[in-house]
């Protein structure tokens, strides 16, 4: 494993490879709409992580002490406040979820517009990830802004 860099060393627009859970979280909040620039897939896979506790925990908590009539209609006390929690979250975090995606293409020198491929029915889903699972190409340097 690599060891951490420290963050402040390594400007925004760089990559940080190395990077911690916490460097990670916190790069992807202060670069919230930025689309320039690149990601390490530290920086990507750590967030994909949380983004992936949170949903699942605001979403389990939804269900918890729920129960469903015999019309499939679900009924307990906190199930809309926590599937109200879980849609605030989505929605919040989906542009800058977008920009990461679009700066670890371009850390793998690809357009980050190629996150579009994941239209292709069937396919294109597979080809994005095996995408930001690359490893990072210096000459991905070129849209460093």
């Known amino acids: 494993m690599t060891t951490a860099v420290p963050a402040d060393q390594v400007p925004l627009s760089a990559p940080l490879p190395g990077a911690t859970i916490g460097q990670a979280v916190t790069r992807f909040f202060r670069k919230y709409a930025t689309f320039t620039g690149r990601a390490s897939r530290s920086e990507y896979w750590w ?3 949380v983004n992936f506790i949170v949903t699942g925990v ?3 908590l939804a ?3 729920t129960s469903f009539t015999e019309t499939g209609m679900v009924t307990g006390p906190l199930y809309w406040v926590f599937i109200v929690l879980a849609s605030a979250w989505g929605l919040a975090v989906i542009i800058p979820t977008l920009a990461l995606i ?3 293409l371009h850390d793998t020198n690809r357009p980050g517009a190629w996150f579009f491929l994941v239209f292709i029915p069937l396919v294109g889903g597979i080809i994005l990830l095996v995408f930001v699972l690359l490893p990072s ?5 070129r849209f460093d802004g």
């Open 137 to 141: 190409d210096p000459a991905g340097a």
């Open 58 to 60: 605001l979403t389990g």
């Open 63 to 65: 269900y918890t002490g």
């Open 47 to 49: 967030w994909v992580l």
């Open 102 to 104: 679009w700066r670890r």
